[in-house]
Nanobody, 124 residues
Framework: VQLQASGGGLVQAGGSLRLSCAASGGTFNNYHMGWFRRAPGRERELVAAINWSGGSTYYTDSVKGRFTISKDNALNTGYLQMNSLKPEDTAVYYC??????????????????WGQGTQVTVSS
């Protein structure tokens, strides 16, 4: 499956952005989806993940209550709604997909397919 992320940009602290991840070349409901980010000088981290059906989600503590992950299997698209953005959210964000029938579920960092990154910059 090929993934195309979009929606990044420059926003002031407290603002919102919605990232999208368009999938092609596969049946989207066969995949879990995750959003990762890498900030300068830091390791890549899993920000949010959603299982193949959309029925279960995971968020890292720093974004709980501010970010919402979703996926629309009919449209082959996933989303990350980011509200109340903070300067520390500044990073390159990547969407990723993991086959649903692999051991480890959807909260692992071991994803199989990756989109290109999209830059999110939050100014103070």
């Amino acid at each position: 499956v090929q993934l195309q992320a979009s929606g990044g940009g420059l926003v002031q602290a407290g603002g919102s952005l919605r990232l999208s991840c368009a999938a092609s070349g596969g049946t989207f409901n066969n995949y879990h989806m995750g959003w990762f980010r890498r900030a300068p000088g830091r390791e890549r981290e899993l920000v949010a993940a959603i299982n193949w059906s959309g029925g279960s989600t995971y968020y890292t503590d720093s974004v709980k209550g501010r970010f919402t992950i979703s996926k629309d299997n009919a449209l082959n698209t996933g989303y990350l709604q980011m509200n109340s953005l903070k300067p520390e959210d500044t990073a390159v964000y990547y969407c990723a997909a993991r086959r649903r029938n692999t051991i480890g579920g959807f909260t692992t960092t071991q994803y199989d397919y990756w989109g290109q990154g999209t830059q999110v910059t939050v100014s103070s």
